[in-house]
């Protein structure tokens, strides 16, 4: 949303720490900034780093994986769905938590081993 003033300039967002400019149902306004409150509990925490594990695994996999996601998700980015999917999945337990490092690299797939028959 834009906001002008008398002399024409247009505002849209925050100005500076002190006013916001935002639109609710069509009706542009102009309000007094507040910081939002952050009270850290320890579910939020978890929660927060949950998202950032399910980041970094959306990250991990290879491109084959990722074009898989997107051609399967209804209605939204395969981004979006394997994040709601992996959400959902360490909520409940079926996914475990990533190891001491903090990566979350699937293991390399084994190769069946062929002989070279002459």
């Given at each position: 949303?834009?906001?002008?003033?008398?002399?024409?300039?247009?505002?849209?967002?925050t100005?500076?720490?002190?006013l916001?400019?935002?639109?609710?149902?069509?009706?542009?306004?102009?309000?007094?900034?507040?910081?939002?409150?952050?009270?850290?509990?320890?579910?939020?925490?978890?929660?927060?780093?949950?998202?950032?594990?399910?980041?970094?695994?959306?990250?991990?996999?290879?491109?084959?994986?990722?074009?898989g996601?997107?051609?399967?998700?209804?209605?939204m980015?395969?981004?979006?769905?394997?994040?709601?999917?992996?959400?959902?999945?360490?909520?409940?337990?079926?996914?475990?938590?990533?190891?001491?490092h903090?990566s979350?690299?699937?293991?390399?797939?084994?190769?069946p081993?062929?002989r070279?028959?002459?």
């Open positions: 949303m834009r906001i002008r003033n008398v002399f024409g300039t247009r505002f849209s967002g100005l500076g720490k002190e916001v400019a935002s639109s609710w149902k069509g009706q542009e306004y102009v309000r007094a900034y507040v910081v939002p409150d952050d009270p850290k509990t320890p579910r939020q925490l978890e929660h927060r780093q949950i998202w950032r594990e399910a980041v970094a695994a959306w990250h991990a996999l290879p491109d084959e994986e990722r074009a996601y997107d051609r399967n998700a209804m209605g980015s395969g981004f979006n769905a394997f994040i709601g999917r992996y959400v959902r999945g360490r909520r409940a337990g079926k996914i475990p938590p990533p190891g001491p903090g979350r690299k699937a293991p390399a797939k084994k190769r081993r062929t070279n028959v002459r």
